[in-house]
């Protein structure tokens, strides 16, 4: 069975208050005779469920198009869960009890903090949610040696209030300090239920858009139940 880890994105997905948010226009109507419905939308290709590509942070690093279609295929994920507050930045005691759990040959690990119980509320959602330190991303990079990606139920790897310590967290996941040979792909914004069966593996589905250092994308999961 097939199961969605993505929000979709609409004009009502939550983003930062400094940027448009993302906006459809209808050009053609079949209810005003025109031959066909047709629309323009416009977007951060940063906002809602999207992956972040190394040439997010690093100019020498490899765009969303410059992967192959089966480098968006993840063995053997593993669910992290670690709780945080507002503005909290994950650190390496939250994740230390997790190590023991995460096999050696995961490619993409779900951190799921619980976070989006406040996607509803989208200032709170955007403005003070947590992040990622940089020495917690150190530490799974040591880790996880098959690691290809995270996926994070937090709008971004950088909390807004904690703007620098994000940076330097995703400069170490996107191979700009000790890991160049091994950047990994950053899923923000996804969707990942106190709920989820077990899973097989993970599918991600980015938007190919040329020029774009990252983009939106739909994440999906094989479970283990294939009724």
Not at 161 to 171: I, K, L, P, S, V
Request: net charge negative.
């Amino acid at each position: 069975m097939l199961i969605k880890l993505s929000y979709n994105l609409s004009e009502h997905t939550p983003f930062y208050s400094t940027l448009p948010k993302p906006k459809l226009d209808q050009v053609y109507d079949l209810g005003k005779g025109h031959a066909c419905n047709s629309f323009y939308f416009t977007t951060s290709n940063h906002v809602g469920t999207h992956v972040d590509a190394p040439r997010h942070f690093n100019p020498n690093g490899r765009a969303i198009t410059d992967y192959s279609l089966d480098e968006f295929f993840f063995r053997c994920p593993a669910i992290v869960d670690v709780a945080l507050s507002d503005e909290e930045l994950i650190q390496p005691h939250h994740l230390t009890p997790a190590l023991a759990q995460i096999p050696s040959d995961s490619e993409i690990v779900l951190i799921r903090t619980g976070w989006s119980r406040h996607r509803g509320d989208e200032r709170r959602y955007m403005d003070h949610g947590p992040g990622f330190g940089p020495a917690a991303a150190e530490l799974l990079m040591e880790h996880c040696p098959a690691l290809r990606a995270i996926a994070m139920d937090i709008p971004s790897v950088s909390a807004l209030t904690h703007d620098a310590e994000g940076a330097e967290a995703h400069r170490v996941f996107l191979g700009c300090t000790a890991y160049p040979q091994r950047p990994i792909l950053l899923i923000e914004d996804a969707h990942l239920p106190a709920d989820l069966p077990p899973l097989q593996r993970v599918i991600l589905m980015p938007w190919l858009f040329d020029g774009l250092d990252s983009s939106p994308c739909t994440l999906f999961a094989e479970t283990a139940n294939h009724d």
